[in-house]
């Protein structure tokens, strides 16, 4: 029940494009997703968050999509760049609470 | 925005030694820091939980005398991998959060890699 379940495990993308990778979850009581973006030899940068009395939140090019009733919630790249080739990770916690749950990632390549 | 700094961000040494990693919150009070390790193209698995001025808490499996914890400042915490095996070597990440901003968004260093020979 404390899983998040992330897909898919590698993107390719072209440049201009859009990336969309999906996450899932189980445990109703999560109420913060934070989507992280990890370069090779780097931390993890936290890229958006979104709590679940939205359904959406936009920042820039990056978009989270969030469904409260089938437990998913997505991020969306619009106009990919290379240099948003990275890791991704999503996760879910419980505001008030430590443990952030991640996902197991997704290889974003863009193609110049 | 918020800054984490964790030194040294890499190490190599002999199979024995214990080798400690430091991880500073520059601009906040961190009265809540993480320790993480990272295996290559692996997700991020929690290793234990670091109040200030209180023992850490350990994920299940992780040794305790293995890693020592200690987060003696709201500035500062340290993890102590002790008698390093070749099979300690990976990548260890630390972040750090604020009960003031409700222990989200947790703040993640660059990582330290550690390679034991």
């Known amino acids: 029940q404390q899983q998040v379940k992330q897909s898919p495990q590698s993107l390719i993308v072209q440049k201009g494009g859009i990336s969309i990778i999906n996450c899932a979850y189980e445990?109703?009581?999560?109420?913060?997703f934070p989507w992280y973006q990890q370069f090779p030899g780097k931390g993890p940068a936290l890229l958006i968050a979104i709590r679940p009395d939205v359904s959406e939140k936009k920042e820039g090019r990056f978009t989270i999509s969030f469904n409260k009733s089938a437990k998913q919630f997505s991020l969306h790249i619009m106009d990919s760049q290379p240099g948003d080739s990275a890791t991704y990770f999503c996760a879910a916690s419980i505001i008030g609470f430590q443990k952030l749950v991640f996902g197991t990632g997704t290889r974003l390549l863009v193609s110049p | 925005g918020a800054v984490v700094s964790q030194h040294p961000s890499r190490v190599i040494c002999k199979s024995g030694t214990s080798v400690k990693i430091e991880c500073r919150s520059l601009?906040?009070?961190?009265?809540?820091m993480f320790w993480y390790r990272q295996f290559p193209k692996q997700s991020l698995m929690l290793m234990a939980t670091s109040n200030e001025g209180s023992k850490a808490t350990y994920e299940q499996g992780v040794e305790k005398d293995k890693f020592l914890i200690n987060h003696a400042s709201l500035t500062l915490s340290t993890l102590t991998v002790t008698s390093a095996h070749p099979e300690d070597s990976s990548f260890y990440i630390c972040s750090a959060t604020s009960r003031d901003r409700g222990l989200q968004p947790q703040h993640f260093g660059d990582g330290t890699r550690l390679s034991i020979l």
């Open positions: 601009d906040f009070q961190a009265t809540t």
């Open positions: 445990n109703t009581a999560f109420d913060y």
